[in-house]
């Protein structure tokens, strides 16, 4: 038997990305939402979902740290409408 086989797939697609300028790194998908931190251009990160109107997305960092930025400055490998909606 083919091991990965038994691998069920992943139930929620993730995507990579980086970011294209300076970009803040909030606690919640909002820009009066407080700021964890500044990201530098190019930082890269794992996208892990998005608001309804894909202006936001959650992402983690290789570092475990995670929140959300905004959608307009990161380049993503994949389509951001792709990722599940945050609830």
Request: no cysteine; net charge positive; glycine share 8%.
């Given at each position: ?26 606690a ?34 290789s ?25």
């Open positions: 038997i083919d091991s990965r086989a038994l691998i069920p797939p992943p139930t929620t697609q993730t995507g990579e990305a980086r970011t294209t300028d300076l970009l803040n790194l909030r919640r998908p909002n820009t009066r939402a407080v700021v964890l931190g500044v990201l530098p251009r190019g930082q890269a990160m794992t996208l892990i979902a998005r608001t309804a109107d894909s202006r936001w997305v959650q992402v983690r960092l570092d475990g740290r995670s929140g959300w930025v905004s959608a307009q400055y990161v380049t993503p490998r994949s389509a951001i409408p792709g990722l599940p909606v945050a609830r």
